[in-house]
């Protein structure tokens, strides 16, 4: 085989490689869609490789929420790689991981003291119900098998978080008759600011008492379904559910994936309920968005019996788990967080997206505006046209990922005012260019 030349594609040649070998998540290998060349980054700001510059939207997918290139996260990752980049956690640990480990329980809901790596957000949401089904078998019920959630939900793209995904509406009906069958119930119908009624909760009720010795827990997002369509439902709601998890003695898991790290304008989306779960997952924001790490917590009880199975173990285990340069960046990313002021920077990212957003109500093709937090969302009556969309997005200086009929911003906590005027108003003007 003929030797490969090494070589730096100009931005052109980078695209067309790209177009030539690269599969995009959600996108054709055939027929993709187009995508922009970044060359830096730098606090709420990405630099194209034409020259042009977007006020960042999207803290890349939820995470980034310190903005790029901050130096103590910088810092944090320097000095790591300066010691050792990776060991594996079998058998060894290190301070970056066990430090985080400390912090983490320190912040999340108690009685939640145990706490597994994993390398993703969908994998900690494998953890979760792995911990689950694996805690019955240690209480001597092994028949408890299957999870109840809600439609409208989504937990990721592995097989058991996708067998908790809306089974009609999400992404993954391609693969229904290969996943697990779970229990389904109707999303939750109160909206955050209504009233929850004693029927909103029966279809739950329903699965818990139809299906006794079945339910090894039930799953949800506290308080926002993520990717399922960016809804947001009463506290109360989960409050009941906490009660409901409780009567039938089944267990709780929190996805906290997108919820967690402020993004509801609480520490966790759990926090509007007061709920604590048994289990608990969070990611994305955990490091910050510069390396991928995720940790499922669960307390005590739960881990007992999961050790009480034969053998006395979990039964998982990441290669790359508790890696050190994501440990350390994490914790030195939540302790950022917690230093500053983070519930005022995200009241006034709320706040930005509020007056931004508004204009948009009067547009014939929006059906809804909502904000919660540092989420932003519009709504449209029809499926968005992505490939347009998009480019009339960046034309005006923003990024933002649409999908389906939602056009909505999660910005990083960085954000200034100036910042939300160019995202609002490049949504807001995309929206009424593209009807």
Known sequence: MDAVPLSTPDPGQLVDLDRAHVWHPYASAVDPLPVYPVVGAQGTRLELADGRELVDGMSSWWAAIHGYRHPVLDRAMHEQVDRFAHVMFGGLTHRPAVELADLLVRITPAPLTRVFFSDSGSVAVEVALKMALQYWQGRGEPTRQRVVTVRGGYHGDTAGAMSVCDPVTGMHGLFRDYLPRQLFADRPRPRYDEEVRDTDLDPVATLLRDHPGEVAAVIIEPIVQGAGGMRFYAPEYLRRLRALCDEYGTLLI????????????????????????????????????????????????????????????????????????????????????????????????????????????????????RVLGAIGVIELREPVDLRRMQAAIVDRGAWVRPFGRLVYAMPPYVSTAADLQVVTAAMVGAVAACG
């Open 254 to 369: 929190a996805d906290e994936i997108a919820t967690g790290f402020g993004r509801t304008g609480r520490l966790w989306g759990s926090d509007h309920a007061g709920v604590v779960p048994d289990i608990f997952c969070v990611g994305k924001a955990l490091t910050g968005g510069y390396l991928s790490m995720a940790a499922t917590l669960c307390t005590d009880e739960v881990a007992e019996g999961i050790c009480a199975t034969p053998g006395g173990v979990f039964m998982h285990g990441p290669t790359f788990m508790g890696n050190p340069l994501a440990a350390a960046v994490a914790h030195a990313s939540v302790e950022l967080l917690l230093s500053a002021d983070w519930s005022s920077r995200v009241a006034a990212v709320s706040a930005g997206l509020t007056e931004g957003l508004a204009a948009a109500r009067e547009l014939p093709q929006v059906a809804e505006v």
